[in-house]
């Protein structure tokens, strides 16, 4: 895929340790983060935790102790947390993002993403037809 490096890369490069920021994760770049989409929860560092947990591929390290809930259950399985990064650059799901339009709809403004997504503010608390059906009610149509 375009953007991503490969498998054997990644392996490589797994260990790779950034401090304070996630700007190099392949996630920054993706359409689905951007747009809220993503099957990951917004992050790859949640499907990681679970298919490859970092307690499990590092056994010999101590806990680490930098982030508050630390010693929750799972939170150890997770690569990136307390200030230390593991950036992904790989996942199966990535579509490079390209930016959003913003435009004016009937009650409130939305972005419009290349693959035609629109996310709205009123979509989620109080759907397409209830906002239209008001907005045909305030210029008094039927």
Same mark, same amino acid.
Not at 9 to 25: K, V
Not at 115 to 137: H, K, M, N, Q
């Given at each position: 895929?375009?953007?991503?490096?490969?498998?054997?890369?990644? /392996?490589?490069?797994?260990?790779?340790?950034?401090?304070?920021?996630?700007?190099?994760?392949?996630?920054?770049?993706?359409?689905?983060?951007?747009?809220?989409?993503?099957?990951?929860?917004?992050?790859?560092?949640?499907?990681?935790?679970? /298919?490859?947990?970092?307690?499990?591929?590092?056994?010999?390290?101590?806990?680490?102790?930098?982030?508050?809930?630390?010693?929750?259950?799972?939170?150890?399985?997770?690569?990136?947390?307390g200030g230390t990064f593991y950036p992904i650059h790989y996942c199966p799901k990535f579509v490079k993002y390209q930016g959003q339009k913003v435009q004016e709809c009937l009650k409130a403004?939305?972005?419009?993403?290349?693959?035609?997504?629109?996310?709205?503010?009123?979509?989620?608390?109080?759907?397409?037809?209830?906002?239209?059906?008001?907005?045909?009610?305030?210029?008094?149509?039927?």
């Open positions: 895929m375009t953007g991503q490096i490969s498998l054997i890369d990644y /392996i490589n490069d797994r260990d790779n340790i950034t401090f304070g920021g996630c700007g190099q994760c392949v996630c920054q770049s993706c359409l689905y983060r951007w747009s809220g989409r993503c099957p990951y929860g917004g992050c790859w560092d949640k499907h990681r935790a679970e /298919i490859d947990p970092y307690d499990k591929a590092h056994p010999d390290k101590p806990p680490r102790t930098g982030w508050s809930y630390w010693d929750k259950p799972g939170e150890q399985a997770h690569w990136c947390r403004m939305v972005s419009v993403f290349q693959d035609g997504y629109i996310s709205c503010s009123l979509v989620d608390t109080l759907g397409c037809e209830a906002c239209y059906r008001e907005f045909e009610e305030h210029i008094g149509g039927d």
